[in-house]
């Protein structure tokens, strides 16, 4: 029988001398699929995350048709937040909060809760995928950062210049450190509990911790995952940390615990791999670029791949997550390319 810890996902994660990349993309179960939209005639977004058989389907969906490396559960970063008193709406615009948090009663009523009874249905989809999975492909969990998931609690949405975030950072900092420690709590008792139900490691979503000042980041933003990741120590699965926008700052975000850290396609990762030595990296293609040519795609997978090589280990990915316009053809262009790079082995 297969060992998972042998995957080679798994092992680019650990740093293991491997002779090629392993390759998966975020949001690789979406709205690019015919299968998943078809999912999606029966099952609003909401109880599509809700409902652990239809959430291990279209988990399974991109493995079947694409052979990913790993397979990432098919949630959402808002998922847990609902148990909290926060229930968002998903509809064309995006996610939408009825009543935004943006006052200190406000913030106290959001309640913590049992990660194992509040969010029991992603535990019992957990399950279920690594049936379907079965011993080949590894399950990725995760989870929004505590920052990220703040700027749609106080937003009430998605943004453009974060006006009620920023002035409550600026106005009542102790009120925003109030929320992200609650935040954080019940981040960490989420990941530990995808851990216990049997993720074979986690990732950790920061998509809008990149819009502080560096020493906003550092006071406001680290400490909190920092306290995550090393939360999820004790449990051994390789934590990846993923900060859209991580450029300038890297001399922090190196100072985390953490098995590897994502890129977006903004980062010129040779430039990068120096200041990331220790780390394994995951990244970086543009999800853009898959409305290029094959040729193009092809050339700049293998750029990457070769880049990568040099890494402790590197895991290959977009540098953000692919979009529902995606051409199917050109994603399995992308996928062949990766599979089939060999590195030079010592």
Request: hydrophobic letters at 40%.
């Amino acid at each position: 029988m297969a060992d998972i810890k042998e995957s080679i996902f798994l092992k680019n994660l650990r740093g293991e001398p491997c002779d090629r990349t392993p390759i998966w993309i975020m949001r690789q179960a979406g709205r690019y699929l015919p299968e998943y939209m078809k999912v999606r005639e029966e099952y609003t977004f909401n109880e599509l995350c809700r409902t652990p058989q239809a959430a291990c389907e279209v988990t399974l969906q991109p493995i079947r048709r694409f052979g990913f490396d790993a397979a990432i559960m098919f949630s959402d970063i808002l998922t847990p937040l609902a148990p909290m008193g926060a229930r968002f709406s998903f509809a064309q615009g995006g996610p939408k909060l009825e009543s935004p948090i943006r006052s200190e009663s406000d913030i106290d009523a959001l309640s913590t809760y049992e990660a194992a009874d509040g969010t029991h249905f992603v535990a019992e989809a957990i399950r279920l995928m690594k049936v379907g999975l079965g011993d080949k492909t590894p399950l990725i969990g995760f989870a929004g950062s505590p920052f990220t998931l703040a700027t749609y609690l106080i937003e009430g949405g998605g943004s453009k210049d974060y006006r009620f975030l920023k002035t409550l950072l600026y106005s009542r900092p102790e009120l925003l450190d109030r929320l992200m420690n609650k935040l954080t709590d019940q981040t960490l008792a989420y990941l530990r509990m995808q851990v216990e139900a049997g993720v074979d490691a986690v990732q950790l979503f920061d998509t809008w911790g990149g819009i502080l000042h560096p020493a906003d980041y550092a006071k406001v933003v680290l400490p909190c995952v920092k306290r995550i990741m090393d939360g999820l120590r004790d449990l051994g699965v390789p934590r990846i940390y993923f900060l859209k926008g991580s450029a300038p700052y890297l001399d922090l975000v190196t100072t985390l615990d953490v098995e590897c850290l994502g890129m977006d396609w903004t980062m010129d990762m040779a430039q990068f791999l120096p200041q990331m030595k220790g780390y394994a990296v995951q990244g970086n293609l543009d999800p853009m670029a898959l409305y290029g040519s094959q040729d193009q795609i092809r050339r700049r997978a293998l750029e990457i791949c070769e880049t990568g090589s040099k890494a402790r280990g590197h895991v290959f990915n977009l540098g953000h997550g692919i979009t529902p316009q995606t051409p199917i053809p050109n994603v399995e262009a992308l996928v062949e390319t990766v599979q089939g790079y060999r590195r030079e082995t010592p």
